[in-house]
Each structure stands twice: as C-alpha cells, then as structure tokens.
C-alpha cells in the first residue's frame, strides 16, 4: 500500500519510528535501560529489520494499462 513509486522518504521515515519504538520497548523488559544507542545499533546489525523498498511502480503500471487499452481499442476498430 504505502510502497509506491515516490514514496520511498515517507518509507524511510516509517523504518525510523519503527526502530525508535522498538529501541522504547526493549529496554521497559527490566527496572534499568537494557541498550544505549551504541549497544542498540550492533543489535540491529547483528538482527537488522526489512529495509523499505518500492513495490509498484505506478509509472509502468500506466503504460501496462495504456497498452492493453489500445490494444481493446484497436480490436473494436476491426
């Protein structure tokens, strides 16, 4: 849905929010913080989350659909 030609910052923004949260949610599992930024980033490379990529490309979707259109077209002329 959201990985659409175009979108890709808005992905990237997401994949920061995602990693903020997860960064808030693993140090509440004890009384004291469990990583610092530091000790987080080796985490996330040892474990690294899907990075955003684009799915559709809108653009050749409507030259898909262009050319089956003009291909109907052409056989209703007939």
């Known amino acids: ?3 659409v030609t175009d979108n890709y910052r808005a992905l ?3 994949l ?3 990693k903020r949260l997860l960064f808030k949610w693993l140090n509440r599992r004890s009384q004291r913080s469990t990583f610092d930024w530091q000790k987080f980033d080796l985490f ?3 474990w690294p989350l ?3 990529r ?3 490309n809108v653009y050749s979707f409507d030259a898909a ?3 089956v259109c ?3 077209m052409k056989s209703r002329v007939r």
Do not use: D, H
Request: no cysteine; hydrophobic share 50%; aromatic share 12%.
């Open 1 to 3: 849905y959201y990985g």
């Open 12 to 14: 990237e923004r997401f």
């Open 16 to 18: 920061v929010a995602v």
């Open 44 to 46: 996330t490379a040892k």
């Open 50 to 52: 899907v990075s955003p």
């Open 54 to 56: 684009i799915r559709v």
């Open 65 to 67: 659909l262009l050319a």
């Open 70 to 72: 003009n291909g109907v």
